[in-house]
């Protein structure tokens, strides 16, 4: 029997069973498992950013040990792959998770699970502390078992552009010492400031409106001579919301004095 004849009695008995064929995966129907090479890559496009998580099942059983999901950066990025537990730990652990490259050379996942270049010799940069370069790439998921297991893996893209330019800022300050007679020297102190840049994309827009009221009340007794009073009222923004458009505020004090006689009487 040659292997022409094998082929044609296979795809009979295969072609006999009409519409109840099974369309899912499986050792015994390839043509219907997917992702399994890079050819067949499921494409998971050309990102910016990413993070998604990526389930299924996976082994010989179902006709693929390792499933390869593509990815295209449009710059230099960090690239995330990380097992999550399904909740069986003895399962878990015959499941593990790759990246390659465009020409499918592994590239090393350091423990939280980020793609890194590895460290040449004698150099001074510490390459591994770079983003991996623009390119494609490929997410690897891998059952050593023949069985079907579940799994669930989380991927990321994250690009971020380092800050460029420069910024400056003064600050003077005074000091003053009263009422002391000083002999000998002072020690001026130090000081060691530090400022925050927030970026605008984390920062909060101020909407609807905000009403804020005071009633201050006070009471005098016994009252000789001069009395005065002073409200010093004042508001604060926190620093991290970014204001659009116009903030304004206005206060309007006013203030009664009402003044009681005591009762009694006064002899001749």
Known sequence: MTLESVTDSLNKLKGSYGGSKKSSGSFMRP?????????KAKDLGRVVNL??????????QVGANTLFFKVTTVGESDLVIKKRSVGNK?????????????????????????G??????????EESGFQLPKGTYYFTITNSEWVEMPFEV??????????????GGSLTMTGRIGLVK??????????????????KSVLKNI?????????????????????????????????TWRIGGTASGENQNTATLNVTTPGGGYGP
Do not use: C, W
Request: overall charge neutral; glycine content about 10%; proline content about 5%.
């Open 116 to 125: 890194y270049i590895n460290e040449i010799a004698n150099t001074i940069p």
């Open 51 to 60: 993070s998604t998580s990526i389930t299924g099942t996976i082994g010989t």
């Open 182 to 199: 000083m002999f000998g020297s002072t020690d001026p102190g130090t000081m060691v400031p530090y400022a925050t840049v927030t970026p």
């Open 31 to 39: 043509e219907h498992v997917k992702y399994n090479s890079l050819s």
């Open 207 to 239: 909407s609807g409106t905000a009403d804020v009221q005071a009633l201050p009340t006070l009471e005098l007794a016994i009252l000789r001579g001069t009395a005065t009073l002073s409200n010093v009222n004042y508001g604060r923004m926190k620093a």
């Open 154 to 167: 989380g991927v990321q893209v994250v690009r971020y552009v380092t800050i460029a330019g420069k910024a």
């Open 90 to 114: 003895y399962k878990d652990q015959y499941i593990s998770v790759g990246l390659l490259n465009s020409n499918a050379d592994s590239i090393p996942l350091n423990i939280d699970g980020f």
